[in-house]
């Protein structure tokens, strides 16, 4: 049966590099200028690097950054001539825009605990090609049966991602996928896993690597979920309005988010993963050391390593996407 996973009491963790099974190597992660969205056209991927994410944007438009219009009062350079000072303005409340709202008050926020698959994790041994990609091709359903009963219960019409397993570079509508790192492209609704990477991680470290893919499969498909509730493109587009380190911060809120709903997932399914053993303890060495710590080079784009278990940890618990909502949160627990 699954289990809690407790939370370290100090928050603190050893400064060791994130596990990776010896030879396997980590991906750069390449640098990419921001460009002002085009709604309705809106092309991203997000890049797993081992367990770090990135979120890649592509489309056309202006890169300068779009400057706020700040309201100011006006003042009058002379004396009023009523005998007594005239009112100060009401001030105008500002309203929320849909972005805003799409993303701090969804209806997925309201959801409660998600439902659980009743669905078995399928064997883990990508030792050729066509085993990995029959790996995927069964845990997809499963993810979908969880995330289409919890768009039901929202309202939101749910639509199944694809998943596409691949040996070699291949073209997609967010950019070539180069055999290292699987990514999600919302463009097309689908899901990218390099079969060389799962090869070669399970050649070192088989258990290690099946927690690893199980954890990155259920971030990358809650960045499908943010896609059919308009989390992700609101998100984007807001960015398009904020200062770089606005950005950042716009960036880490949308990447633990995805990462609180894998969680929610696996913590709805851990009895019929099952998340116990040897997969559960190599599981939480990996949360307890996943984030922008451990990336080369350095970014500030995902959340640090307390962060991410933070969020992966109230998933996984909850079971709820009612507490993924990192567009509410201080900057101090996304950071």
């Not at 998600?114 to 064997?123: D, L, Q």
């Not at 939101?156 to 070699?168: L, S």
């Amino acid at each position: 049966m699954g289990q809690p996973v407790q939370q370290a009491p100090t928050w603190q963790y050893p400064p060791v590099p994130i596990p990776q099974p010896p030879g396997s190597g980590r991906g750069r992660r390449a640098k990419r200028n921001s460009r002002t969205l085009l709604i309705g056209l809106v092309v991203l991927a997000v890049l797993v690097v081992g367990s770090g994410i990135t979120l890649l944007v592509r489309n056309a438009g202006d890169d300068t950054p779009q400057a706020t219009n700040t309201p100011s009062t006006a003042t009058s350079e002379s004396p009023s001539e009523s005998p007594s000072p005239s009112p100060s303005p009401t001030p105008t409340k500002q309203v929320p825009s849909r972005d805003d709202q799409l993303v701090t008050a969804n209806k997925l926020y309201k959801i409660g605990p998600i439902a659980t698959a009743s669905c078995a994790e399928p064997p883990f041994a990508p030792v050729n090609y066509t085993a990995a990609r029959n790996y995927y091709n069964r845990l997809l359903p499963c993810l979908n049966r969880t995330w289409s009963l919890a768009m039901k219960k929202a309202g939101i019409r749910f639509v199944p991602p694809k998943a596409v397993v691949y040996a070699r570079p291949i073209p997609s509508p967010c950019g070539i996928q180069r055999s290292v790192r699987a990514a999600y492209c919302a463009t097309n609704l689908t899901i990218y896993i390099p079969y060389v990477v799962d090869n070669k991680n399970f050649k070192s470290n088989a258990v290690y690597s099946r927690a690893l893919r199980l954890n990155t499969f259920a971030h990358e498909y809650g960045h499908h979920v943010q896609y059919l509730t308009g989390i992700l493109v609101a998100s984007m587009a807001r960015a398009q309005k904020m200062t770089p380190a606005q950005k950042l911060l716009e960036s880490r809120r949308r990447e633990l988010q995805a990462t609180c709903l894998g969680g929610a997932y696996l913590g709805a399914n851990a009895a019929v993963i099952p998340m116990n053993g040897p997969l559960l303890v190599n599981w939480k060495f990996l949360i307890a050391h996943s984030g922008d710590d451990y990336s080369v080079p350095r970014v500030h784009t995902h959340g640090n390593r307390v962060s991410n278990y933070r969020w992966l940890v109230a998933g996984y618990n909850r079971k709820s996407p009612n507490y993924c909502n990192t567009y509410t949160a201080a900057p101090a627990r996304v950071a």
